[in-house]
């Protein structure tokens, strides 16, 4: 007991670890989505290319995310005008936009006079977050949490099939700027728990280890949150007692997971397959 309540005696670790919480339960429920639309590569681009939203909206005082939907959707509509025009295929495209707008970022976080570290928003500073931060990170993840739920059957409608979607009155496209608004919304959360530079990870790795566990979209829902949650109290645990980057572990500890549940889950694990279909063998035989 002394070593799940040494780190719960310090207030920073007690803000850490409900950051931590609910930027991996918010970053797994939107992941399912962005695996099963195949938009991992669209996660990467809108959570780099929110960085200069967000040092612009700390220059004039405005909310981060304000800045990071501004520049979200400003890094699709740029995505889309260079595919549209121009011979350049999609990931070339995403590639050099999300690039491009991250590289702004760094150069405006360089020239910006601040008397904090705004290098913090690139890696993260789970162990430095305020109340301030925490009440931000709370309403801006119940506001996504809410809003993924409420809407989850249009949202995975559109994720199976877009056409049926509109022949039932949907809007494909209002679905698809939702997602993506949410995706922006999302990184802001995550921002203070591991960084830019991570936030893809949140954003893939849950979905991913879920969808190889079960084949039941309703069920990822609830497997994707209940593993990063427990990554992200396994990871800022680890990096308490080893003295290592919060953020990092935490990513650390959701690689780790993958990977076992790559080789060894039942359904599609790389190894468990193998046994599977040895063990059904062996039973005929």
């Known amino acids: 007991m002394d070593v799940v309540l040494e780190p719960l005696s310090y207030d920073f670790m007690v803000r850490a670890l409900a950051t931590t919480l609910i930027a991996a339960v918010v970053c797994a429920v939107l992941s399912c989505w962005l695996v099963l639309i195949g938009w991992s590569l669209m996660g990467d681009a809108v959570s780099h290319a929110v960085l200069p939203g967000v040092v612009l909206a700390y220059i004039v005082g405005a909310p981060f995310a304000l800045g990071a939907v501004l520049f979200g959707f400003l890094a699709v509509a740029l995505i889309g005008a260079v595919r549209d025009t121009s011979r350049v295929k999609e990931d070339a495209a995403i590639g050099i936009v999300f690039t491009t707008l991250f590289a702004l970022g760094l150069v405006l976080i360089s020239v910006t006079p601040s008397q904090t570290d705004l290098n913090h928003i690139i890696f993260g500073n789970l162990l430095g977050v305020s109340e301030g ?82 084949d039941r979209f309703s069920r990822m829902l609830v497997i994707a949150p209940a593993i990063s949650a427990a990554c992200a109290v396994a990871g800022l645990y680890c990096s308490y007692y080893l003295d290592t980057a919060s953020g990092g572990m935490v990513v650390l500890a959701q690689g780790a997971v993958f990977a076992l549940v790559y080789l060894f889950s039942p359904r599609h694990g790389l190894i468990g397959t193998r046994l599977l279909a040895r063990r059904r063998r062996r039973q005929k035989g």
């Open 133 to 214: 931060d925490l009440l931000q990170i709370v309403v801006l993840g119940a506001v996504t949490l809410v809003v993924l739920v409420a809407k989850r059957r249009d949202f995975t409608l559109f994720a199976f099939d877009p056409t049926h979607a509109h022949a039932i009155g949907l809007n494909p496209r209002l679905l698809g700027a939702a997602l993506l608004g949410l995706l922006a919304l999302t990184s802001v959360v995550a921002l203070q728990a591991v960084g830019v530079v991570l936030v893809v990870a949140m954003l893939i790795i849950p979905g991913a280890t879920a969808y190889l566990l079960t």
